[in-house]
């Protein structure tokens, strides 16, 4: 029988329809080649469905998307609208109801890829940052007192309780047991490093670094552990990034090292992610923002869309087919294009969605 998934789409702001439409061509044509079929609904949420009608998103809309396999994003922002308004109303609201509560950023440096790190190559850039996408600073507890005055008082929390820390380390010691170094042939160890800041945030990243090491000795002593400061873990994103295998760390730290990882990698351009529940239906997106400057246009860079579709094919089960557009990705990185950065490519949009279903063809 033919697996048929039933794929929510919303290319949202900007440049996201561009990429998105590159992503499901490619997409569709990996689904033709590995026998799936994909059978996708378009939702126009975003910055002008808000100018238009008042709402950011209509009231059944998350119940709606429940109802999917999985939800492939453009990219969310618009000129017009205030920030915050969609970023919360949209991306951060559907990560929360969905309980997208892991999100999964790779750091790797594809083939032909200029990095600004010196003398780095993808042998040295190959690693995956897993971001806690529920709880921490991003729950918005705390409040403000005596606003507008000389004593104005600002207090943002970071919440995390022993559930949520630890159903994100077992995915993390999971995840590694399966796509570590030495899984994947690249090393002689599986290993986890904890991101934190436990010479501080005493109370919080006690809690993380606990339950670390209680899960991880009891149920996963075949993974190695290892604990970072995360200023420290900036540095050696830099100067030794070959270090790193797979890294899990909480909401705000992950939201910053993984902007610093997806420069490392040749920027927003190739940078994919996926906001996963494990048990209910995922969201993968391109990191980047929705480049107002360069729509419509078709010189923006669709990889990181077309990446972020392979993870959604991973996520599904289609690791063959996740792993022929990733090779593809590859051949056009390696090969094909002079640059990530919009305009500087040296073909267009379309065309590199184009090469990229080439070479799923070919595989
Ligand atoms: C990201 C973005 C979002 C975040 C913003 C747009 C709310 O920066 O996906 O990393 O902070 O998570
Ligand atoms: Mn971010």
């Not at 808000?50 to 109802?67: C, K, M, Q």
């Not at 939800?71 to 109303?89: F, S």
């Not at 590694?176 to 042939?185: D, I, N, S, V």
């Not at 760390?249 to 927003?268: C, K, P, V, Y």
Request: proline share 4%; hydrophobic share 35%; charged share 25%.
């Amino acid at each position: 029988m033919t697996n048929t998934y039933r794929i929510a789409v919303i290319p949202g702001d900007g440049t996201g329809l561009e990429v998105v439409n590159e992503g499901r061509k490619v997409l569709q044509v990996a689904a033709g080649k590995y026998g799936f079929n994909l059978e996708i609904t378009d939702f126009d949420f975003g910055g002008d469905y808000y100018l238009r009608t008042g709402e950011v998103l209509p009231e059944d809309a998350v119940n709606v998307l429940r109802g999917f396999d999985a939800i492939y994003l453009g990219a969310i922002g618009h000129p017009d609208v205030k920030p915050g308004i969609l970023e919360k109303g949209i991306l951060l609201r559907l990560r929360f109801e969905l309980d997208q509560y892991i999100n999964l950023r790779p750091v790797r440096l594809y083939p032909g890829v200029e990095t600004p790190l010196k003398d780095k190559t993808p042998e040295h850039i190959d690693y995956v940052v897993i971001r806690e996408n529920s709880g921490g600073i991003y729950t918005g507890t705390g409040g403000v007192s005596m606003k507008g005055t000389a004593h104005e008082v600002a207090v943002q929390d970071m919440v995390y309780n022993r559930f949520q820390v630890e159903r994100c380390l077992r995915y993390a010691f999971e995840y590694t047991r399966r796509f570590g170094k030495k899984a994947r042939g690249r090393g002689d160890a599986n290993t986890l490093g904890l991101v934190g800041k436990t010479n501080v945030l005493t109370y919080v990243f006690d809690l993380w670094e606990r339950v670390f090491h209680e899960i991880g000795e009891k149920d996963y002593p075949d993974v190695k552990r290892e604990y970072y400061h995360v200023d420290a873990t900036c540095m050696w994103m830099v100067k030794s990034p070959e270090w790193f295998d797979v890294l899990v760390t909480s909401n705000m730290f992950g939201d910053i090292i993984t902007d610093l990882g997806a420069e490392t990698q040749g920027g927003m351009g190739i940078a994919a992610g996926g906001n996963i529940n494990p048990d209910g239906v995922s969201m993968f997106e391109p990191i980047g923002g929705s480049a107002p400057k360069y729509t419509g246009k078709n010189i923006i860079n669709p990889l990181a869309a077309i990446c972020a579709g392979a993870m959604m094919l991973e996520t599904l089960g289609e690791s063959e087919a996740a792993g022929a557009v990733e090779d593809a990705v590859k051949e056009v990185t390696g090969t094909k294009i002079k640059s990530l950065s919009a305009g500087k490519m040296g073909c267009s949009t379309s065309e590199v969605g184009d090469l990229v279903v080439d070479y799923v063809r070919k595989s």
